[in-house]
């Protein structure tokens, strides 16, 4: 009989007995409890013949459980340790699981994916993410769990001081919402802080060429957010009437535009 990791007493068990501590280096909190896990399942609206992306599988608690609705699931580990364990827990199971770092990864052995689910090592969210959204594959939407103040502030809208570079790139893409907390006691070990979910789709991707462009401003824009565009952006000669059609003011600052502004700004220079 395969452990039960999906109650705190067996999966304390099964981790004894395998001689595994989890590794806080590499952002180890398993979410062991199915009401949670489904909660993500329901977010990301995972339907069979869904091609689901995950990083960070861990032991496959979310793993298995997509697999279950009928995903398709191509995951990334980076820990053997964990890995290793995957044919004594789910014997015959259908998921392609690479013991890689993800963030080393060639997106060519991900690009048939057509969701992104995963609950997040907390130390490289924003490493993941960038990556995820730069790599010009037509991802229907992304679905992270996260600690709970990233997620709310990765959510935040222009005008609040949280309000970065990241925000405006995944707002451009789609709407960008936290959806829901998910409390310390649902993983093991405990995390200090709640988690939550955020989920942005459905994406409507930009063509790439313009994708690139956009990406670049809003970068080189909030790396002088007190500035006005008119000189943070000025390495990237827009001129005055590419503005003008865009309909941007050559003034504002960039947390006070519309994400959408600079997707304007790329299309007109
Ligand atoms: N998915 C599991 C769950 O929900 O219980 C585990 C999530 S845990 C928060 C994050 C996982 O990401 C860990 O298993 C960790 O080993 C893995 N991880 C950390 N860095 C990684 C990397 N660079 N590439 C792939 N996986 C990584």
């Known amino acids: 009989m395969t452990a039960d990791i999906y109650h705190l007493a067996s999966l304390k068990e099964f981790l004894e007995k395998n001689e595994l501590q989890a590794k806080r280096s590499l952002g180890q909190n398993f979410l062991f409890h199915k009401r949670e896990l489904q909660k993500i399942i329901a977010s ?10 995950e990083i960070g599988s861990g032991l496959g608690h979310l793993t298995r459980m997509m697999e279950e609705a009928g995903a ?28 890689q770092d993800f963030l080393q990864a060639d997106p060519k052995d991900y690009s048939s994916c057509t969701k992104v689910v995963a609950n997040l090592p907390y130390y490289i969210v924003k490493e993941i993410i960038t990556k ?56 093991y070990p405990r995390p200090h802080i709640d988690s939550a979910i955020l989920k942005i789709g459905p994406i409507t991707w930009p063509d790439p060429p313009t994708w690139a462009v956009t990406q670049q401003l809003i970068k080189t824009a909030f790396s002088q957010r007190r500035k006005q565009l008119q000189t943070s952006l000025k390495p990237l000669n827009i ?31």
């Open 44 to 53: 990301a609206d995972i339907q069979p013949n869904d091609h689901v992306l």
């Open 72 to 99: 398709k699931v191509t995951a990334y580990e980076i820990d053997q340790r964990l890995t290793s364990l995957w044919p004594e827990l789910y014997p015959g199971t259908k998921t392609e699981i690479r013991n």
């Open 132 to 187: 995820l959204i730069s790599t010009n594959i037509p991802f229907r939407s992304l679905t992270f769990t996260l600690q709970k103040e990233e997620a709310l502030r990765l959510a935040q809208k222009p005008g609040d001081p949280r309000y970065g570079a990241l925000n405006a790139m995944l707002q451009i893409l789609g709407p960008t919402e936290c959806l829901s907390t998910i409390k310390q006691d649902n993983f």
């Open 239 to 269: 001129t005055p009437e590419a503005f003008a059609q865009a309909n941007v003011s050559p003034t504002s600052r960039p947390e006070e535009l519309d994400p959408h502004s600079f997707l304007l700004l790329a299309q007109s220079f």
